[in-house]
């Protein structure tokens, strides 16, 4: 079974412009969550999305956002891109919302905002 | 505030050896808890997890063991391998969440 995919792997954008990453969970995975890995700031939780709906947020600014599609693919987009914003972004499925389900991790993007 | 604390930034062990990875949390809602590996540039890799309704869970070299009562897990490798060197996170969540609270990880070197 394929694992958690994320595209693009690398990306470089400027200040002031957008972005979108995509995330295509394990088949057959319903849930499907986004981290920020920074050297500063460690692995923090960006947001949680199952059956299409965000059911958790972590403490990120509304740049931040995201979506789950019918087939549980997931996206994220950050606007307006600060250079803090650079970072490895990190997708993650799991069978089920909550109750001890282990989330798999994808690879992850590399943003680098200039 | 640090919900999950990982005090040991690093640690080095010879190969063949016990490596223990200590972890601290403060929220006593936590009820799983759930060790990862990282190399650099990858996403981390699920090791070992274990409910609060446990006290131990094993799978292979890996062990992890959970104190409630000290708000204090551990995860034991053994025997150590060189190819165990990497960053090991630990990370818990609550309730009915998939929202992970990560710890700041250990750099394990396992050397010959």
Not at chain 1, 36 to 64: A, D, H, I, M, V
Request: aromatic share 12%.
């Amino acid at each position: 079974k394929a694992g958690v995919t994320q595209t693009p792997r690398y990306l470089i954008k400027t200040r002031g412009q957008q972005v979108t990453l995509s995330c295509s969970p394990i088949s057959g995975h319903r849930s499907v969550s986004w981290y920020q890995q920074t050297p500063g700031q460690g692995l923090q939780f960006l947001f949680e999305y199952f059956s299409e709906t965000q059911r958790n947020k972590g403490n990120f600014p509304g740049r931040f956002s995201g979506r789950q599609f019918s087939n549980s693919r997931s996206e994220m987009n950050v606007s307006t891109l600060e250079l803090g914003d650079s970072a490895l972004y990190l997708c993650a499925s799991s069978l089920a919302r909550g109750d001890g389900e282990t989330q798999y991790f994808g690879p992850g993007t590399r943003l680098l905002v200039l | 505030d640090q919900q999950v604390k990982q005090n040991s930034p690093s640690l080095s062990v010879q190969e063949g050896r016990i490596s223990i990875l200590n972890c601290d949390y403060t929220n006593s809602m936590f009820d799983y808890f759930l060790w990862y590996k990282k190399y650099p540039a990858e996403g981390p890799t699920f090791l070992i997890s274990i409910s609060s309704i446990k006290d131990k869970n094993e799978d292979g070299r890996f062990t992890v063991f959970l104190n409630k009562s000290a708000k204090h897990l551990s995860l034991h490798i053994v025997p150590s391998q060189p190819g165990d060197s990497a960053v090991y996170f630990c990370a818990a969540s609550e309730g009915n969440t998939d929202k992970l609270i990560f710890g700041t990880g250990t750099r394990l070197q396992v050397f010959p």
